[in-house]
């Protein structure tokens, strides 16, 4: 995330139409969401729009429906939720389950689907529901709720700063913590009208207990409960800067709290328990810290791994194992980490239910005109057009560390294994081993394919780099540069290979663009000397086809746009603007070159002249973006955390 995940909630609050941009597709029409009770919310930001539906059960290893999530340039993010994060999770059942992060995931007891929020709502950090037509949750902008159909967002009293946590036990009892220039807020919702009460701190904790009850607490020592029509401080059990609450009623009320210090003996955590009538207090190890309260009544609640049957704690999982965060009376629990849903029978075993950030990506292609591929870490190659998704079984214990080719039946892959090299190739059908190029260098990749008997693989150690070709039988050393570390290529046909990198010399760094005519080496481009402190003086190569060639060279950041974009002009590279840093060029053909990332807006091509597009600011992750361009289909770009966006032409 990104990191990305910011940059994911920004895409998908600025999305505008369908993926397919035909002239029949429709525009999002801006309504007025309703409030529970069915009153008009005035000013409310509009629905969103209808989510192209997008099965991503290959991509995810799970069942799973997407969302293509378009902007009106064209730019798609072509698998969303993937590379999204998850905040909080709520359980009715085993066949009602809700995750929730930047997107709503649903899960019917058989697949997940993903709804959209509308548009302008921030990520979701908390959600409660008294049925399946009736969920409740918050942003830090918004609050949301539920109909079975869709989410509206509700309207709240006074307009809050910020919205932090939502409670209740039934439609008619809902209650809101909120914030507003640093004071607190605990909004009430009786099913039919909004009542506020205002607080010194602001609640980030806050649970209803029953009809008439609930307690709050802010991260430090302030706590209120909430009996008899009004809210009262309350010691909370003395419990030292509470993390969790729950309880089963206003006779059995649970907090956990502590502070942590580096200080010898100044870790202490804490569990305490009202039990109608006085709290009782005990302190717990350490290892507790990042463990959370659930349960479902008196004698079934957790404590991170640690279960209460009502008459004592047992420790059930493993310090430091997924914490139960909801689930229903006789059902699994259900647990999140910011990229996985995981459940439970016991909370001591659990399974993976869904993944969003799944294995790291090692390669992206082309096939031909009709779509592109993924090599990922685990072995597995996904074929896509943008709109669905196809996998192949990876071979047994294949790790991908890089991974390039032409088409859906020419994919390679190199696995470091015990500190050697091995190479395998992908023909469509199944993966061979092939033996690796010799003598390599520390590290092997990446690569560039122009098909089955035209293949070529960069090797480096930090001080110079070593070139080997695949000339359909076996791979040979082709060209060595002693003084140069190469790491990036690129391929517009056979005999016309670039690559680029930087060249040291007496403590200076300068870019270096290299190309290969077939025939011979030649030096295509050095950039300026810059200190190696500067950080200055990388390049990366890219293009869209013969001739049309686009170099990114980093300059240091001295207040100005420290990357340069350079466009071959069959002769030499020549300047053509200057960008923000960490900038990448997507380029699909002459008149298609899009500039995107860094600081700056998104930057298109057409060939005859630049025109402004809403920033992208997408990040690329170590090592720089993959491949960004597919002849003759359009740009894609692989974020950090597998998100894949694609522009079609």
């Not at 909370?236 to 200080?263: K, Q, R, T």
């Not at 480096?460 to 570390?485: C, K, M, N, P």
């Amino acid at each position: 995330m990104r990191t990305g995940m910011g940059v994911l909630a920004a895409i998908a609050s600025t999305i505008f139409a369908a993926c397919e941009r035909s002239p029949a597709a429709p525009r999002p029409v801006a309504n007025n969401p309703s409030a529970p009770d069915g009153s008009p919310a005035p000013n409310a930001p509009p629905a969103p729009p209808a989510c192209v539906p997008t099965d991503l059960s290959a991509l995810v290893d799970g069942p799973l429906t997407g969302c293509a999530v378009c902007r009106e340039d064209g730019w798609c993010w072509a698998n969303a939720p993937v590379g999204s994060s998850l905040s909080a999770i709520w359980a009715r059942s085993d066949d009602d389950v809700w995750a929730v992060g930047e997107f709503a995931l649903h899960f019917d007891g058989s697949s997940w689907t993903t709804t959209l929020l509308p548009e302008g709502v921030g990520p979701l950090s908390s959600i409660w529901g008294s049925s399946a037509t009736d969920v409740w949750a918050t942003s830090m902008n918004a609050l949301l709720h539920w109909d079975g159909r869709a989410w509206s967002v509700v309207p709240v009293p006074t307009r809050p700063e910020g919205l932090l946590t939502v409670s209740g036990t039934g439609p008619a009892d809902v209650w809101v913590g909120a914030y507003s220039a640093g004071k607190g807020k605990l909004l009430h919702w009786n099913g039919t009208t909004w009542t506020e009460t205002r607080l010194d701190w602001p609640p980030s904790l806050l649970f209803a207990l029953e009809p008439g009850h609930a307690i709050a607490a802010s991260g430090g020592r302030d706590c209120q409960r909430y009996s008899q029509g009004a809210w009262s401080p309350d010691d909370c059990g003395s419990v030292p800067h509470p993390l969790s609450i729950w309880g089963s009623g206003a006779d059995d009320v649970w907090i956990f709290g502590g502070v942590a210090s580096e200080a010898p003996g100044g870790t202490h955590f804490y569990r305490a328990h009202w039990d109608g009538k006085a709290w009782s207090r005990e302190e717990l190890d350490a290892a507790r810290e990042y463990t959370r309260l659930f349960g479902t009544g008196k004698d079934d609640v957790w404590l991170g791994p640690s279960h209460f049957d009502g008459t004592r704690w047992t420790l059930t999982g493993t310090p430091g194992s997924y914490i139960p965060l909801s689930g229903a009376r006789g059902g699994k629990l259900w647990s999140i980490v910011p990229d996985k849903v995981l459940s439970s029978a016991d909370g001591a075993a659990w399974t993976r239910e869904l993944t969003l950030q799944p294995g790291e990506t090692a390669g992206l292609g082309a096939i031909g005109g009709r779509g592109f591929w993924i090599a990922r870490s685990d072995g597995k190659v996904l074929r896509s057009d943008g709109r669905s998704w196809q996998s192949v079984a990876p071979a047994a214990g294949l790790r991908l560390s890089a991974a390039f080719g032409s088409a859906e039946s020419d994919v390679w892959g190199v696995q470091m294994d015990d500190a050697a090299f091995q190479l395998h190739h992908w023909d469509g059908a199944s993966w061979s081993a092939v033996e690796a190029p010799a003598p390599a260098l520390s590290w092997l990749g990446p690569g560039w394919s122009n098909g089955p008997s035209d293949a070529w693989l960069l090797s480096g150690d930090g001080q110079g780099t070593r070139l080997f070709h695949w000339d359909g039988l076996a791979w040979s050393r082709q060209a060595e540069v002693a003084d140069a570390i190469l790491y990036s290529l690129w391929g517009g046909a056979p005999g016309d290979l670039w690559v680029a990198g930087h060249r040291v010399s007496e403590g200076r760094r300068r870019a270096l663009v290299r190309h290969w005519d077939g025939t011979a080496w030649r030096t295509a481009y050095e950039g300026p000397d810059f200190a190696l402190l500067d950080n200055g003086g990388y390049s990366r190569v890219t293009g869209s086809g013969p001739g049309e060639v686009w170099v990114i060279r980093t300059d240091p950041n001295s207040g100005t746009p420290p990357d340069q974009l350079l466009r071959w002009n069959g002769l030499a590279f020549e300047n053509v603007i200057a960008t923000g840093w960490n900038a990448v060029v997507a380029a699909s053909g002459p008149d298609d070159v899009w500039l995107l990332g860094g600081s700056v807006q998104a930057l298109r091509f057409d060939g005859r002249s630049w025109t402004a597009s809403a920033p992208l600011q997408l990040t690329s992750g170590p090592g720089g973006p993959l491949q960004t361009g597919v002849r003759g289909f359009g740009a894609v770009y692989m974020g950090f955390e597998g998100t894949v966006y694609v522009n079609r032409r």
